[in-house]
């Protein structure tokens, strides 16, 4: 803004921007200088994704289904990729046995999401929010079709756990729940579900299918951003 006749910005945080662009603000850096803030798949309350890799790395089952360049596997299976993933532990119930959440059993074994302190600081007054998020994939990650990881049931993880089930039979859509979201990231993180503070801030754009991959080449998505942008 510096040497401008301007005295605010409006930002786009595709994915994990919007948490750069977040992190900012609480730290005052943007406060009272960002007009408008808009979320393309930001996982602002993180992803169960993030917690698999830790959980799961080394048993039989995964060390048995066959691998390739980026896929869920490989992600799974890196050491390196789960430590950056921790970033994004879920700040929401995201571990059931049947009905029950147990999320807090997990609490010892993996750090506090890192999310959770940002989450609580609460959006600027000043600033309008917007979010946009695909519902449906609209294509198989690892046999699971049409959402994305949202929550896990242990009930059905144990024969991964333990290592008795054969890959062959792996369900992720009775292993692995799942909801609205972009394949990747769960649509109530983006428009922050579970957030009383930011819930009722952000104007929610639901685009159906698509990928999180897709954001920045979707026409509707480019088209909406130039309207909010342009007001």
């Known amino acids: 803004l510096r040497g401008t006749p301007f005295t605010k910005v409006d930002i ?27 979320f393309l798949g930001t996982p602002n309350e993180g992803t169960p994704l993030a917690v698999l890799p830790g959980l799961l790395r080394g048993t039989p089952p995964l060390e048995g289904i066959p691998r390739g360049a980026d896929t869920l596997v490989d992600l799974l299976l890196d050491t390196d990729a789960a430590a950056a993933l921790e970033n994004f532990i879920p700040t929401y119930e995201w571990a059931f046995l049947g009905p029950v959440p147990v999320s807090a059993l997990f609490s010892a074994l993996l750090p506090a999401p890192p999310l959770a302190a940002l989450n609580a600081a ?110």
């Open 122 to 231: 609460g959006p600027d007054p000043e600033t309008t929010y917007h979010a946009f998020c695909y519902r449906d994939a609209g294509s198989d990650l690892l046999g699971l079709s049409a959402g994305t990881i949202d929550t896990v049931d242990f009930i059905h993880m144990a024969s991964l756990a333990t290592g008795s089930l054969d890959p062959a039979k792996f369900d992720p859509s009775e292993d692995l729940r799942t909801g609205p979201g972009d394949g990747v990231v769960p649509m109530r993180s983006v428009f922050m579900t579970d957030e009383p503070k930011w819930r009722d801030r952000i104007h929610t754009r639901d685009l159906g299918t698509g990928t999180h991959a897709g954001y920045l080449l979707d026409p509707d998505v480019l088209l909406d951003l130039a309207e909010i942008l342009s007001r």
């Open 12 to 38: 786009v945080g595709y994915s994990m921007g919007g948490l750069v662009a977040r992190s900012y603000m609480a730290e005052g850096g943007g406060a009272g200088r960002v007009r408008t803030l808009v």
